[in-house]
Each structure stands twice: as C-alpha cells, then as structure tokens.
C-alpha cells in the first residue's frame, strides 16, 4: 500500500520522524510504501530518491537505507 501521509516507524534502535528522516537523507519526502504485514515501509520516495529500507536483523531489530536518484542524467 501506497500511502502519501508520513507515518512514523520505529526500530529497536531508532523511531524515524519525518523531520528526522528528511535530515537523514537530505531531500523532501513524497510517499511510502508498505506490505502487507509490516509497520516498516519497504520504500521511501522523495523528490529526488528512492529510498530502500533494508531489515538487519542480529541482535536487535534495525534497518539500513539505500538511496537511489530518481532521474538519473544520462550525457
């Protein structure tokens, strides 16, 4: 599901806030996906990424994010 609202999410380590996370990544967020099931997203978009949320699981319930430009210039 698609949502266009930010909703806050945590791990066992850190809860992401929009402001937060806008700090983080550097750029405005658009939109969140999230599976069924899960009170993770699986993706963040902004305005200029696409950001992957990836789950690490070991200890203790984390996450990682990986970001990907959303327009990629091509010369």
Not at 41 to 60: C, E, G, L, Q
Request: proline share 4%.
């Amino acid at each position: 599901m698609i949502v266009c609202e930010w909703r806050d999410f945590s791990t066992d380590a850190a809860t992401y806030t929009l402001e937060s996370f806008e700090e983080m990544i550097g750029d405005e967020f658009e939109a969140m996906m999230f599976e069924e099931g899960n009170d993770i997203p699986s993706y963040i978009w902004t305005v200029n990424y696409v950001v992957i949320i990836k789950r690490n699981t070991r200890m203790y319930n984390d996450i990682s994010f990986t970001k990907i430009p959303r327009n990629p210039v091509c010369e």
